[in-house]
């Protein structure tokens, strides 16, 4: 029997660490969440390539005293909870008492700070774990953390880390929630030297502006409302103003940012009637709930939550998103007339909202009802009023959302594959002479080999040769670029920046020029010429179409949609009449493969046997 071990903390922190300290977005995460936690309404967040290099948080809040500061590095070492009881009611960010240990032990990190009562500062480093003694130091009240040469001592966990361009995306991308989820505090967040966001702590708008934008606040409703216990905060965008993906969707439960299906699905299902396909609502929502009904630790990374009663919050966020899209007489009391608009005059958002509405079919209320998690409640249940200290727990049941995301995700893979493998078809030819018919309503050619009849789809047949021409040009590498006269501009987020600066190399191969254009920002210069006339928005909206699914794209799979589109546009169409010429040309390049399907999946051709014909005319049984 093999002996059993009890770990160094060397090693256990090393382990945790591997949950805790994913990449450097994960230190910034762990290290602003403890700034906030110490009352600082002043942040700044300093990284050089891409923050595995240096990582600098500075922050004006209450500080460790010097007698506490070695254990600020030790495992399990937190001022957030003390007993078994406060794990029920977690009101701070972190609490867990892993991160700054699990740092220490895989970077060269130093911790700086002064409580107001102290005279003096108070500096520890460690490296890989080591601690140093603890020296004074000169400074203004509050922390300075700084982590060197993050995974130094784990070149496993170094070598999986991706360029510092894409590792500054993912701290940018987190920098922005942090100052949407907490607008009274002054963030600076400064990479390589160049500040990316700044904002002054002034409150919601100012932070909405400072990460998305004057244009995109002005194409949102602001909501401020209780129900149900249960306060909801924020802007959700107009009913025509959506997204290609689900990375403008931005929720905050008692402050901290979170992924959660059951909110997510409430809201998508209020947008439903309003959406276009693959189209996802655009919201930044903060929510505040009583903590002993939310459970927070359920990962270490603290991403996503749980609630006691999972109804009750996915009726109560449908409940407000619905009122306010279908402009009913409650979204007045949801609409927030007194936000403080200084960028243009008030707008009447319930006024306006209630002109869109009314063209566009209401959903239909009265008995209609809602189903999560195999519980269903009626428009009665969700409008009661209930208060959560009246709802038993419910019992657990199967995640419906992640089993249908997964099956979601299953089905456009195989459409994907389905798309490669039609492209790639073997050719299937026939032996016997094919003699033509004619062609009847101006849509089909009829051919004859003798034995069997085939009608031929000319709409299909000449798509497929197209797509078959364009195809090979760009597998034998013979792509000819066309410069645009005026460069086209991307702008994207900053998920998707870090998703499409891994593609660049896709996209040269296809032809398309893109390179870096400023701060999230791409600049397109030329398209190959077979697709000089495609529309570039949506090309790249249809790229970016649900991040997710396209994380592991592959050359062929972003070209043979577009190549189809291509194809399909510049092929006869049905209707068509055709000349002889064209009709000989058409039979001749299919060179009697008529076994083929269109780009999309549908036959060329069909073939009709002697025998068919002969049982139709009853000449034999």
Known sequence: MSKI?????????????GEVVERPASVVKELVENSIDAGATSISVEIESGGISSIKITDNGCGIEKSELNKALLPH????????????????????????ASIASVSKISIESKPATQEMGAKISAEGGDMSEIIDCGMVDGTIITVNNLFFNTPAREKFLKTP??????????????????PNISFKYVADGKTIYQSYGDGLESAFVCIYGVDTINECFY???????????????????????RTYQTTFINGRYIINQTISASISNAYASYLMKRQYPFYVLSISLPSEIVDVNVHPNKLDVRFSNNQIIYGTIYSVVSKVLDGSSEALNIVANNQQNTIEKPIDYVTQNKEF??????????????TLDKITFSDAYKSSGIKFDKIEESKPAVDIFAENKAFLEKLEQEKKQRLIDEAEQKTIQIDRELKYIGQVLNTYLILDDGQDVYFVDQ????????????????????IITQPLLLPYVLNANNEEFEFLSEKLEVFAKMGIEISEFGRNSFKISAVPTFLADMNLEKFFSSVLNDLNSFKALTINE????????????????????LSEIQIKTLIDTLKGNIGL???????????ITRTEIDKWFKRIL
């Open 558 to 577: 972003l070209l043979q949609e577009k190549l189809a589109q291509k194809a399909c546009k510049s092929a006869i169409k049905s209707g068509d009449k």
């Open 357 to 370: 509405a009314s063209n566009y079919p209401r959903k239909s209320k009265g008995n209609s009802s809602y």
């Open 5 to 17: 071990n009890i770990l160094s903390s060397k090693i256990y922190n090393r382990i945790a660490a």
């Open 459 to 478: 709409h299909a047949a000449h798509e497929r040769i197209l797509f078959d021409k364009i195809n090979q040009t760009y597998k034998d590498g013979k």
């Open 77 to 100: 070492a937190t001022s957030k909870i003390s007993t078994l009881k406060d794990l029920d009611n977690i009101l701070s960010l972190g609490f867990r008492g892993e991160a700054l």
């Open 597 to 607: 399907k269109c780009p999309h999946g549908r036959p060329v051709a069909i073939k």
């Open 223 to 245: 909501i401020d409302t209780e129900k149900n216990g249960i306060k909801v905060k924020g802007y959700i965008g107009k009913h025509h103003f959506t997204k290609g993906n």
């Open 165 to 182: 361009r894409s590792e500054e995306g993912e701290i940018s991308s987190i920098m922005s929630k942090f100052i949407l989820g907490n």
